[in-house]
Antibody, heavy 118, light 105 residues
Framework: EIQLQESGPGLVKPSQSLSLTCSVT?????????WSWIRKFPGNKMEWMGY???????NYNPSLKSRISITRDTSKNQFFLQLNSVTTEDTATYYC???????????WGQGTLVTVSS | IQMTQSPSLLSASVGDRVTLSCKAG??????LAWYQQKLGEAPKLLIY???SLQTGIPSRFSGSGSGTDYTLTISSLQPEDVATYFC????????FGGGTKLELK
């Protein structure tokens, strides 16, 4: 069974960087699919942030392009999110999920709440 | 592509037939998914490609629509269906609707 699990700090100060890890079990991230980060803001708005593909290429939401980086450690079957220069508007629940071409997000992590506050 | 869900809040009774709407800003060629999210849980995929039921999802859930207008129907509402429901298009990159919160009357 494919499982994804997010981890990382729950509190980040404004202007600092947010860093999260997604650990994947039951599937090797280099075997296929695109490995995404999605966030849900207070009030329910959901935003796709970007992905790293099985081959290592990346694509980012243009609204975040200057601040976001998604990388991976294939030896640990993990991928990572870094979001720079955060503000209080980046407070959200962050999810990692598996995405395929012309398909929905069939597998999600449980999500992790990140609060940006001084 | 802008995705608009309506209503934002829906109250219904157990056994009711419930219909949720999702409208896309342009034709999304049936590349439309519906998710159920309960408090504190990850979103669960219910329907993909507008009308295909995900494995393990009860048959009371169904999806329909085409072009820009799509519908999720629960044929007989159960207490465990209380949740927020999201639609998502994956025809052109991806975008989510704002959600419909379904509660019991």
């Amino acid at each position: 069974e494919i499982q994804l699990q997010e981890s990382g700090p729950g509190l980040v100060k404004p202007s600092q960087s947010l860093s999260l890890t997604c650990s994947v079990t039951g599937y090797t991230i280099t075997s296929g699919y695109d490995w995404s980060w999605i966030r849900k803001f207070p009030g329910n708005k959901m935003e796709w942030m970007g992905y790293i593909s099985y081959s290592g290429s990346t694509n980012y939401n243009p609204s975040l392009k200057s601040r976001i980086s998604i990388t991976r450690d294939t030896s640990k079957n993990q991928f990572f999110l870094q979001l720079n220069s955060v503000t209080t508007e980046d407070t959200a629940t962050y999810y990692c999920a598996r995405w395929g071409y012309s398909s929905p997000f069939a597998y999600w992590g449980q999500g992790t709440l990140v609060t940006v506050s001084s | 592509i802008q995705m608009t869900q309506s209503p934002s809040l829906l109250s219904a009774s157990v056994g009711d037939r419930v219909t949720l709407s999702c409208k896309a800003g342009q034709n999304i060629n049936n590349y439309l998914a519906w998710y159920q999210q309960k408090l504190g849980e990850a979103p669960k995929l219910l329907i993909y490609n507008a009308n295909s039921l995900q494995t393990g999802i009860p048959s009371r859930f169904s999806g329909s629509g085409s072009g820009t207008d799509y519908t999720l129907t629960i044929s007989s509402l159960q207490p465990e269906d209380v949740a927020t429901y999201f639609c998502q298009q994956y025809n052109s990159w991806t975008a989510f609707g704002g959600g419909t919160k379904l509660e019991l009357k």
